[in-house]
T-cell receptor, first 113, second 114 residues
Framework: LAKTTQPISMDSYEGQEVNITCSHN???????ITWYQQFPSQGPRFIIQ?????VTNEVASLFIPADRKSSTLSLPRVSLSDTAVYYC??????????????WGLGTSLAVNP | DTAVSQTPKYLVTQMGNDKSIKCEQN?????MYWYKQDSKKFLKIMFS???????INETVPNRFSPKSPDKAHLNLHINSLELGDSAVYFC?????????????FGEGSWLTVV
């Protein structure tokens, strides 16, 4: 079974860049890597998705090395409202034709004034 | 317009009762899910349906029974509730047929068993 590992928590200050790395060995070769954000009392919501190299949208950037064994979510100039839990999600490379999604345990990011 | 809506948002009930949580998505997605999130924030998939057919059934007690009357609805019925069932239950949906994993979640249903 593929496994994901990400830091349990991180602290930052407003205006800083925050990088959260998720390690994911043995992910499905044809599957994307996706990151979600969850605020208290809400469901997780999609932030960014990528397959390899670098992806950037209006919210974040996602860096994926060639071996795809990890990915780094980069949040530029965080604000207090970025305080949330961030999850990485990958497909299990061991699942064969039965596509299985593997969620990380989440990184709780606290942005301080 | 709410993409994935689930009701009720809060539910407090006694042990041994039977309860249901309803879910509807208006995104036209083929796949719907039920997730359970415990107090440690761990997201665990319970069930997945594709076009009304069960495709994922994780190790969940058979007191939990999903029902999908059509591909836009996936309800969760729980029999003989136990204290350990207290958690947040999220309904979600996605469009399969591609390798991306963009899943849309509902706002969650907070279940407390007393």
């Amino acid at each position: 079974l593929a496994k994901t590992t990400q830091p349990i928590s991180m602290d930052s200050y407003e205006g800083q860049e925050v990088n959260i790395t998720c390690s994911h060995n043995n992910i499905a070769t044809n599957d994307y890597i996706t990151w979600y954000q969850q605020f208290p009392s809400q469901g997780p919501r999609f932030i960014i998705q990528g397959y390899k190299t670098k992806v950037t949208n209006e919210v974040a950037s996602l860096f994926i090395p060639a071996d795809r064994k990890s990915s780094t979510l980069s949040l530029p100039r965080v604000s207090l409202s970025d305080t949330a839990v961030y999850y990485c999600l990958v497909g299990d490379g061991n699942a064969g034709n039965n596509r299985k999604l593997i969620w990380g345990l989440g990184t709780s990011l606290a942005v301080n004034p | 317009d709410t993409a994935v809506s689930q009701t009720p948002k809060y539910l407090v009930t006694q042990m041994g009762n039977d309860k249901s949580i309803k879910c509807e998505q208006n995104l036209g997605h083929d796949t719907m899910y039920w997730y359970k999130q415990d107090s440690k924030k761990f997201l665990k998939i319970m069930f997945s349906y594709n076009n009304k057919e069960l495709i994922i059934n994780e190790t969940v007690p058979n007191r939990f029974s999903p029902k999908s009357p059509d591909k836009a609805h996936l309800n969760l019925h729980i029999n003989s509730l136990e204290l350990g069932d207290s958690a947040v239950y999220f309904c979600a949906s996605s469009q399969e047929g591609h390798t991306g994993n963009t899943i849309y979640f509902g706002e969650g249903s907070w279940l407390t068993v007393v």
